[in-house]
Every structure is written in C-alpha cells, then in structure tokens.
C-alpha cells in the first residue's frame, strides 16, 4: 500500500524554523529522485528540493539554498526539510513527492511526479 505523509507543517515568525518529514513507502524504489515541491495559492507548482537516487546528491531550487537542507532516513522510509531562516514568501503547502523524470531541473515543479502526499501547511507572519 502507497503510503506518503507529511507532518511538521506550522506557523513561524519571519527568521524562524521548522522540519518537515515525510514517510514514504508501498511502492519500487526506483523513481528518479524524492523530495518536496510546494504550491501556494495561485501559484505553479514549485519544486524546493530533493535527493536523486542515482547519486543520493540533494538539490534545491535557488531560493532556498544555504536556508534549507533534505535529508533522508531509509531505514525509516523518512525524507525530512529541514528549513531555517524562514521568509515571507516561503508560505504555501510543501508536499512530499517522488519524481520519475527530471523537467528543466533535477526536481523542478514540471517534472514528472510518482507519488506524492497530501501536503502540510507552513505560514510564515509576524
């Protein structure tokens, strides 16, 4: 059984943190990469970061570099975000995704998804 949940989701003041985790499990674990994209309201998909399988190295989108950092847990079927600095425009639904093809980036938002989860919120005001 396919299973991809999120947690860790909240609201944090501007410069804050949080971790975000993702259980991930009930399907081959031969998918391209698995990460996190996110997607605030009206807005496209965005994808924020993930491991590639082929070579376990983490790429993330330019906004996020030096504030966030993927991780993975594979004998806990875990992926996990950890994202520090947090700001005004880092607000929208982080969904926890495998990719099976790269888009014009290794896990860009036009990707080809596998399987993903539901999404937690994270809200950032002061």
């Known amino acids: 059984q396919v299973q991809v949940v999120e947690a860790g989701g909240g609201l944090v003041q501007p410069g804050g943190s949080l971790r975000l985790s993702c259980l991930a499990s009930?399907?081959?674990?031969?998918?391209?990469?698995i990460g996190w994209f996110r997607q605030a309201p009206g807005k496209e998909r965005e994808g924020v970061s993930c491991?590639?399988?082929?070579?376990?190295?983490?790429h993330y989108v330019d906004s996020v570099k030096g504030r966030f950092t993927i991780s993975r847990d594979n004998a806990k079927n875990t992926v996990y975000l950890q994202m520090n600095s947090l700001k005004p425009e880092d607000p929208a639904v982080y969904h926890c995704?495998?990719?099976?093809?790269?888009?014009?980036?290794?896990?860009?938002?036009?990707?080809?998804?596998?399987?993903w989860g539901q999404g937690t919120q994270v809200s950032v005001s002061s």
């Open positions: 995704a495998t990719w099976e093809a790269a888009g014009k980036h290794v896990c860009s938002g036009d990707g080809t998804l596998g399987y």
């Open positions: 009930g399907f081959p674990l031969d998918f391209y990469a």
């Open positions: 491991i590639r399988t082929s070579d376990g190295s983490a």
